[in-house]
């Protein structure tokens, strides 16, 4: 499985930004998919999570009611879209599969694939 972030970039403070994470695998199957995000100097934290159904996700208490995170499995992909952001916002995001995992998990111990990252700058 290999996954790929895009859509990184430079946005200002209540602006939005739209990431989306590209799978591809031998076999697709619809994991459980997740952001991280890991800010300058920082542990990376979870960020949002979504079922593989596509009817339940989880957000981290800092995004909460600002960030949307979705799933289209015909396109193979998942998409984070960010509104009203905020300078601590800034940060790499990365996206990550949980293969074995068959309910969301916030753990990133739990994710076995992860994409390269994409650097997301919120200015004043």
């Known amino acids: 499985v290999q996954l790929q972030a895009s859509g990184g970039g430079l946005v200002q403070t209540g602006g939005s930004l739209r990431l989306s994470c590209a799978v591809s695998?031998?076999?697709?199957?619809?994991?459980?998919m997740a952001w991280f995000r890991q800010a300058p100097g920082k542990e990376r934290e979870f960020v949002s999570a979504?079922?593989?159904?596509?009817?339940?996700?989880h957000y981290a208490d800092s995004v909460k009611g600002r960030f949307t995170m979705s799933r289209d499995d015909a396109q193979k992909a998942v998409f984070l879209q960010m509104s009203s952001v905020k300078g601590e916002d800034t940060a790499v995001y990365y996206c990550?599969?949980?293969?074995?995992?068959?309910?969301?998990?916030?753990?990133?111990?739990?994710?076995?694939?992860w994409g390269q990252g994409t650097l997301v700058t919120v200015s004043s």
């Open positions: 990550a599969a949980a293969p074995r995992y068959r309910t969301i998990t916030t753990a990133s111990k739990s994710y076995d694939f």
């Open positions: 979504i079922s593989s159904s596509g009817d339940s996700t």
């Open positions: 695998a031998r076999t697709f199957r619809p994991y459980i």
